[in-house]
């Protein structure tokens, strides 16, 4: 602000400064303003110099939060002014003025006669006014203006800068009216700039637009990378844009920016730069003591964690960043221990982290304790996240010891994550009670209904848990003094099941009946009814009747016949009414039924409160804004209610391979497929489709198959037992398009493993990548188009079983050339079963359409968790379920010959853990794992087996449970997978069959045809 010369200004602002209070600083600018206003009145006597003045007063008392309501006229008389301080007093007095202002529609042909002119400082000055006032008109008649001084190779770094501001406010203000169709050769033209600080300006315009519409900016990946390279080089940057010895970390930040708006990076030489140069700043990074290079350097780093996040990086680049966030979270400072913190709750969204990330729990456990509050609800979260089964006794035991220390802001948030903990990865439901309990006992006043609500539940579901619950509350109600809560629920708990307590030492009806007694005068009105109700219930369980006990609770519900309470008073009324029943009551009052099972409130709960505390990437907010047209089906019925046709099942079950003769009944030339067995002719595809084509997708799997098998389905084929149980209609015509590979073994090989390719074609490649947590699973479906034409008519349609709770969104109409779409799928497991799902999938290529049913890999084994038994703990067990159903034993023949090492492998790659030395036989082998649903929730699985070392091809299976489906239906499962015997894979050219005797022509619609195509 040049204010040489204007003496009145400095007087006037020293005046100011000067100023002792509120009040006579308001009486100074009063006086100010009322001299400027009749100034102005006698507009023609003014000079340009002191208009000029004038108005950087009203600036300046503008900028002190006060009102100007006059002086616009004379404000944009200036701009048309010939001189520099005019216009410059012009250009800085505007922000008075909003972007509707009417005088503004004044300047604007002015304003652009500074803009296309050929004075580069009155260019600046108008650029600069337009990008702070913005406005819709602004952009309308400015914009293609500013465009072309951008793309100006004539004009001056400084102008160019300012121009791509300039256009990124207009576009930020009215993207629809900025003209940026064809703008992706010009932007890789500006990406090619020398001059840094004109790219980075023009990497801001680019973040704007490929954060709205990336696809039209392909080519502008590259040349983001090629950036990233010069910077982490350091190659070619001048001296001033080199912030403490870090090549302009505002351009890094922004350039990564930009390439999280991009879904993949198809080439393989630019994903591989971009990861060197990534590689390049997680090793180059470090805390130091300078506060500055920290921020600079830090930022760089954080912005890089969460591209290698977008990008889905291989397991050892994740386990690199995990391990130097981990260095973060242990420094002093409370600002990179926030960050290092946030971004590793961040990471948890990434596959495979989470045991890597388990490594720092003890130092995560030591932040939940750090003096800011800030840094202790990073480590909340952060341990919430990272909770699972085999860690949630110790994060539950630490949240619980911090409960009673924690902050008071804290408690309510502490309270509902460790009771969602306790209830979600409870080994048993035993210490799920004693968790809640201590809970209530810590922190009543924090803890809401719904907690003790669930415990009440669980309890009740549960015979066996209540006892032991009515124990725990019988012995906290020996303290004297406890919550009212804690009285609420040991009050319901001994109301309904004292009875089972009776023959322990303290616990007859009438010293139950006085310690809660004792309760009564300190608990508040809305507990008084549950407290009469646990009287009641204790007297109908009284057997033989206690005279003096009845007469006592007999005279309390006649106190309360006569209370102001409307609810107490019907209680004791009814209660006193019902006591005299005699015989009556025991069946008036029996106990409560067990409650329908229905999703927790507590983590219903927490999902409506819920918030994402790391800021969200750039592709999860795009996602977000994507418009879902995919079918969610949870209990799929035929439209107009006709029942669906014959050969339409609704289900699909795995097949049950009981010998390898289904396998080699098979003719060589039938192409078993996951649902078709189609007709096809032999073609070669390429070795490395995956990678010739679409490069490296954000997907694990296999590489496409050499060749296709060649399927002839003749009247005396017989399909494999694989194929037999996938959803197809017999009627239904074969695709024109073939699958690439054989895709019954893409679903086996799912089975064991959570990525991986489930379908491939000419045109598109379905992959899948899958998280399981207890019942809980989120499979995401990448579907990629590998072609340079779109994919139309995209639809997509889950039919469920009845065992899992499905639902998919996020599945566009249309894919786009050479693009990938993510599709995520939510899993409920409901209870065991081996029924799978089944994806109705079909697009439209050309004049081809396409149509598959796929089946899922969302099989028992993923909802299994592996856990190691000592012999301490299996051997109690084992002898505790003894004998069908809960026990059940078979001879497998036919099994694959595997050495025990390799069948310990493939147990483990079950999700079923192999416990080394609990066998006293060496070629035995003992395993054990818990598997969830809605209906078992967390249920011990124990499995032996018992090897022949003379013969491999047979073995003994004992598996056993709490559950007789789950036993059934996880030996099944075993089973499957003992005797599975992946196909070879066949040549491109058709194996002539053996000459068979002419069989009778037999009609496709004949029923027993149908049965066999079935069978």
């Given at each position: 602000?040049?204010?040489?010369?204007?003496?009145?200004?400095?007087?006037?602002?020293?005046?100011?400064?000067?100023?002792?209070?509120?009040?006579?600083?308001?009486?100074?600018?009063?006086?100010?303003?009322?001299?400027?206003?009749?100034?102005?009145?006698?507009?023609?006597?003014?000079?340009?110099?002191?208009?000029?003045?004038?108005?950087?007063?009203?600036?300046?008392?503008?900028?002190?939060?006060?009102?100007?309501?006059?002086?616009?006229?004379?404000?944009?008389?200036?701009?048309?002014?010939?001189?520099?301080?005019?216009?410059?007093?012009?250009?800085?007095?505007?922000?008075?003025?909003?972007?509707?202002?009417?005088?503004?529609?004044?300047?604007?042909?002015?304003?652009?006669?500074?803009?296309?002119?050929?004075?580069?400082?009155?260019?600046?000055?108008?650029?600069?006014?337009?990008?702070?006032?913005?406005?819709?008109?602004?952009a309308e008649s400015l914009a293609p203006d500013v465009q072309k001084l951008l793309i100006s190779s004539s004009c001056r770094p400084l102008v160019r800068k300012k121009a791509a501001l300039c256009l990124l406010r207009l576009y930020r203000k009215n993207a629809d009216v900025v003209n940026v169709d064809g703008w992706a050769d010009r932007m890789t033209q500006l990406l090619d700039e020398r001059d840094l600080g004109v790219l980075t300006s023009s990497m801001s315009l680019l973040v704007a637009l490929v954060s709205n519409n990336h696809e039209a900016y392909w080519s502008c990946l590259p040349k983001c990378v090629k950036i990233l390279e010069r910077l982490a080089r350091n190659q070619d940057v001048p001296q001033e844009y080199t912030y403490y010895g870090i090549p302009s970390p505002w351009l890094q930040v922004k350039t990564m920016r930009a390439l999280q708006y991009f879904p993949v990076i198809e080439d393989p030489n630019t994903r591989r730069s971009l990861f060197e140069v990534l590689q390049r700043v997680l090793v180059g990074t470090d805390v130091v003591k300078n506060v500055n290079k920290n921020n600079a350097s830090h930022a760089v780093l954080f912005e890089a964690l969460s591209l290698v996040m977008h990008l889905d990086a291989e397991k050892e680049m994740m386990s690199q960043c995990v391990a130097l966030l981990g260095k973060f979270i242990a420094v002093r400072e409370p600002n990179i221990r926030y960050l290092g913190l946030e971004n590793m709750t961040r990471m948890l969204m990434v596959t495979d982290v989470q045991e890597i990330i388990k490594k720092h729990q003890a130092q995560i456990i030591t932040s939940l304790k750090d003096p800011d509050i800030s840094i202790r609800r990073r480590a909340l979260d952060l341990l919430y996240g990272m909770c699972d089964v085999s860690n949630a006794k110790d994060i539950v035991e630490e949240l619980l010891q911090y409960l009673s220390t924690s902050d008071f802001a804290m408690r309510e948030e502490l309270s509902l994550k460790a009771a969602i903990l306790a209830e979600k990865f409870a080994p048993d439901l035993s210490w799920y009670v004693d968790v809640i309990l201590q809970l209530i006992d810590k922190a009543g006043d924090f803890v809401s209904d719904d907690i003790w609500f669930r415990v009440v539940q669980f309890v009740t579901n549960n015979e066996d848990l209540q006892p032991y619950a009515a124990l725990k509350a019988r012995e906290y109600l020996d303290k004297p003094a406890i919550h009212e809560t804690m009285v609420k629920v040991s009050a319901y708990l001994l109301g309904e099941y004292s009875h089972l307590l009776a023959r322990r030492p303290g616990c007859s009806p009438k010293e139950i009946f006085i310690i809660i007694h004792e309760k009564l005068p300190t608990v508040s009105t809305p507990t008084i009814p549950i407290l009469l109700s646990t009287y009641a219930k204790i007297l109908m369980h009284t057997q033989p009747p206690d005279p003096e006990l009845q007469n006592q609770i007999l005279a309390i519900f006649q106190k309360y016949e006569s209370c102001i309470d409307a609810e107490i008073q019907q209680r004791a009324v009814e209660y006193f009414t019902l006591s005299r029943k005699g015989p009556a009551l025991a069946d008036i009052l029996a106990e409560m039924p067990k409650f329908p099972e229905r999703q927790s409130a507590l983590i219903k709960k927490a999902e409506d409160i819920e918030t994402d505390t790391a800021e969200q990437s750039a592709i999860k907010l795009r996602a977000q804004q994507q418009i879902s047209n995919a079918l969610v089906v949870t209990d799929y019925r035929p439209p107009n209610g006709t029942p669906p046709p014959v050969s339409s099942l609704n289900l699909v079950k795995v097949s049950s391979t009981s010998s390898n003769s289904d396998y080699n009944s098979v003719d060589q030339g039938a192409d078993h497929t996951n649902g078709t067995v189609s007709k096809s002719d032999s073609q070669t595809a390429s070795a490395d489709l995956l990678g010739d084509l679409l490069g490296p997708l954000a997907i694990e799997g296999p590489p496409g198959a050499a060749t296709s098998e060649q399927s002839v389905l003749s009247g005396g084929?017989?399909?494999?037992?694989?194929?037999?149980?996938?959803?197809?209609?017999?009627?239904?015509?074969?695709?024109?398009?073939?699958?690439?590979?054989?895709?019954?073994?893409?679903?086996?090989?799912?089975?064991?493993?959570?990525?991986?390719?489930?379908?491939?074609?000419?045109?598109?490649?379905?992959?899948?990548?899958?998280?399981?947590?207890?019942?809980?699973?989120?499979?995401?479906?990448?579907?990629?188009?590998?072609?340079?034409?779109?994919?139309?008519?995209?639809?997509?349609?889950?039919?469920?079983?009845?065992?899992?709770?499905?639902?998919?969104?996020?599945?566009?109409?249309?894919?786009?050339?050479?693009?990938?779409?993510?599709?995520?799928?939510?899993?409920?497991?409901?209870?065991?079963?081996?029924?799978?799902?089944?994806?109705?999938?079909?697009y439209k290529f050309g004049t081809n359409v396409v149509n598959n049913k796929l089946r899922l890999p969302a099989v028992i084994n993923k909802f299994l968790q592996p856990i190691q038994l000592s012999a301490e703990e299996f051997f109690p067990q084992w002898r505790s379920l003894s004998g069908p159903p809960l026990k059940l034993q078979e001879v497998v023949r036919g099994v694959r010959p595997l050495p025990l090492m390799e069948l310990a492998n493939l147990f483990n790659s079950c999700r079923v853990m192999v416990c080394p030395g609990l066998d006293p036989n060496p070629n035995n082998l003992v395993a054990s794992t818990t598997f969830y649903s809605e209906s078992t929730r967390a249920m011990l699985c124990l499995v032996r087996i018992e090897t022949d070392p003379a013969d491999r091809t047979q073995l003994r299976m004992t598996v056993a449970s709490g559950d007789p489906t789950l036993t059934f239906e996880l030996k099944e499962f075993i089973k499957e997978q003992l005797v599975y015997i992946p196909e070879a894979s066949h040549g491109p050219t058709q194996v002539p069959a053996p000459a068979v005797p002419q069989a009778p022509v037999i009609p496709p619609d004949d029923p027993a045809a149908i049965l066999a195509g079935l069978l």
């Open positions: 602000m040049a204010l040489s010369g204007m003496r009145g200004l400095s007087v006037f602002i020293s005046d100011i400064r000067n100023c002792q209070n509120k009040e006579q600083e308001r009486l100074r600018v009063d006086k100010e303003l009322g001299n400027v206003r009749t100034r102005f009145k006698n507009e023609k006597g003014l000079t340009p110099y002191e208009k000029k003045k004038y108005v950087w007063k009203m600036l300046y008392i503008y900028m002190l939060g006060y009102d100007v309501d006059f002086g616009h006229m004379e404000t944009v008389s200036l701009i048309s002014a010939p001189k520099y301080p005019e216009k410059q007093a012009r250009s800085y007095s505007t922000c008075m003025l909003n972007e509707n202002h009417d005088f503004l529609r004044l300047a604007i042909n002015t304003v652009r006669n500074d803009i296309i002119g050929r004075n580069e400082t009155f260019q600046c000055l108008a650029l600069t006014m337009v990008g702070n006032i913005g406005g819709r008109e602004f084929d017989v399909p494999s037992a694989a194929d037999a149980a996938a959803i197809v209609p017999v009627q239904d015509q074969p695709n024109s398009v073939q699958p690439i590979g054989n895709i019954a073994e893409r679903f086996h090989a799912l089975c064991l493993k959570d990525s991986g390719v489930l379908y491939e074609d000419p045109y598109i490649q379905i992959g899948i990548k899958a998280d399981w947590r207890a019942h809980q699973g989120r499979l995401v479906l990448f579907l990629g188009n590998k072609n340079t034409s779109p994919l139309v008519s995209v639809q997509a349609l889950i039919l469920p079983p009845l065992n899992l709770k499905m639902e998919l969104s996020l599945v566009p109409d249309t894919i786009p050339p050479r693009a990938q779409v993510q599709c995520p799928l939510e899993i409920i497991n409901l209870r065991p079963s081996r029924d799978v799902a089944v994806l109705d999938f079909s």
